[in-house]
């Protein structure tokens, strides 16, 4: 596609339910990044796929999240259990992996609140 | 110690002033430095990246790295409302591939 396409752009749910979270990352971009922010914060890494394969999750918060990567292209986060903490915009990066200069291209997020 | 610290401001200007936005970072072996460029309710988007030491200018925009200081600027010259956004720093590098970013800082170009 044309960009970074995220969904839902929005989601409500209540406290202890699971949430997925759907990213389609630009077309031959190998690379795709997790990201959170917090309102009115930076930009927190989660989790980076390079193909299907995640080398660096370590900034998953708990076992309550995880990411998986089909066919190198879509990619869902999956936050289980939800918390209020966990309220946030989620965005999506890919880039094209050229080990130097990472490029990322952004989706618009899914704002996620928790009640 | 954060990687990379951010004024989060926010910042207020009037329409035509010069800004200065700035970050520094903590680890010498970062190579590869971002500014992004953030409007509310959308994702950041890449302004400009320098590498290593020195200027890169791109019409009214300046980034500008001082490794020896660990220092990273931007600077907007004939500052507009259009402008008007939260500016993220990133640094890329080190032992892993992903983009670091600082707290940004929200400016504000007032008409």
């Known amino acids: 596609g044309a960009g970074v396409s995220q969904s839902p752009s929005n989601k409500v749910t209540e406290k202890g339910k699971d949430v997925e979270l759907r990213c389609d990352p630009i077309s031959g971009h190998t690379a795709l990044y997790w990201y959170r922010q917090r309102l009115g914060q930076g930009l927190e890494f989660l989790i980076y796929f390079q193909g299907n394969s995640a080398p660096d999750k370590s900034g998953l918060p708990s076992d309550r999240f995880s990411a998986e990567r089909t066919g190198e292209s879509v990619s869902t986060l999956t936050i289980q259990r939800t918390q209020q903490e966990d309220s946030a915009v989620y965005l999506c990066?890919?880039?094209?992996?050229?080990?130097?200069?990472?490029?990322?291209?952004f989706g618009s997020g899914t704002q996620l609140s928790v009640l | 110690q954060k990687e990379v610290e951010q004024d989060p401001g926010p910042l207020s200007v009037p329409e035509g002033a010069i800004v200065s936005l700035n970050c520094t970072y903590s680890?010498?072996?970062?190579?590869?430095f971002m500014w992004y460029r953030q409007y509310s309710r959308k994702g950041p988007e890449l302004l400009m990246y320098t590498y290593s030491s020195g200027n890169k200018e791109d019409g009214r925009f300046t980034a500008q790295v001082d490794k020896s200081s660990k220092y990273i600027s931007l600077f907007i010259r004939d500052s507009q409302p259009s402008d008007s956004a939260t500016y993220l720093c990133?640094?890329?590098?080190?032992?892993?591939?992903?983009?670091?970013f600082g707290t940004g800082t929200l400016l504000a170009v007032q008409p």
């Open positions: 990133a640094r890329y590098g080190g032992a892993t591939n992903k983009l670091i």
């Open positions: 680890n010498s072996a970062f190579q590869y």
């Open positions: 990066a890919s880039s094209l992996l050229t080990g130097t200069n990472e490029k990322l291209f």
